[in-house]
């Protein structure tokens, strides 16, 4: 058990440009969660899928953003034409379904949109 | 989920025992109280959580006041590593969003 990995760990993009970060969960876990983390803030949910479901989205995720969890295993999260308000830290978290609200999360991926 | 309120911010000395409160006066019957951290540059970790009855694990103690208004976290030894943010949550079992708050930031002194 590696425990749930996210990449890039950092990214730096340019206003208007296309992102896509990865996640890869623990792998016996079929719900997935995306968070979004400001400066001094506390994560706030964006999304999540059970398998390859998405279940809910946040009014947070806008139409410029989009989950995906094609075969219930890894997830991309994108966001097309980045806006400055998107530099954030994006959390992965993971979970089986019968664990209440313990979820296991990756460190997190740094995007900075200059 | 009802609102959790908690002190920004506490220092404790290393090895001594660290108390953490929150408040959540509002809590339903069955709510549960889920307790993270997050340690600088890292996501967030589970730490501990109950419904009534206090509880025990490996890393801490969470005791719940009997109207259920109002927990403690307490770390029994507190160490460096212990520095970080705690997060106290309300939680309905099968909720899957958990909402963060601003937490408590522990500062644990040499």
């Known amino acids: 058990d590696t425990g749930v990995s996210q990449d890039p760990r950092h990214k730096i993009t340019k206003r208007g440009q296309n992102v896509t970060f990865r996640c890869d969960p623990i792998s016996e876990h079929n719900r997935l969660y995306w968070y979004r983390q400001t400066l001094g803030q506390g994560p706030e949910f964006l999304t999540y899928?059970?398998?390859?479901?998405?279940?809910?989205k946040s009014r947070l995720l806008s139409d410029r953003f989009s989950a995906e969890r094609p075969k219930g295993s890894f997830s991309t999260l994108e966001i097309q034409r980045t806006e400055q308000g998107d530099s954030a830290m994006y959390l992965c978290?993971?979970?089986?379904?019968?664990?209440?609200?313990?979820?296991?999360f990756g460190a997190g991926t740094r995007l900075s949109v200059l | 989920d009802a609102k959790t309120t908690q002190p920004t911010s506490m220092d404790c000395a290393e090895g001594r025992a660290a108390n953490l409160p929150c408040n959540h006066s509002t809590i339903s019957g069955n709510e549960y109280v889920y307790w993270y951290r997050q340690i600088h540059s890292q996501g967030p970790q589970y730490i501990i959580h109950?419904?009534?009855n206090n509880e025990t694990n490996e890393m801490a103690s969470l005791i719940i006041t009997e109207d259920r208004k109002s927990s403690t976290l307490i770390l029994p030894h507190a160490t460096l590593r212990d520095t970080a943010v705690y997060y106290c949550?309300?939680?309905?079992?099968?909720?899957?969003?958990?909402?963060f708050g601003t937490g408590t930031r522990l500062t644990i002194i040499p």
């Open positions: 949550i309300a939680l309905y079992f099968g909720n899957e969003k958990l909402t």
């Open positions: 109950g419904l009534k």
């Open positions: 899928f059970q398998n390859e479901a998405q279940l809910e």
């Open positions: 978290a993971s979970s089986l379904a019968t664990s209440g609200g313990i979820q296991y």
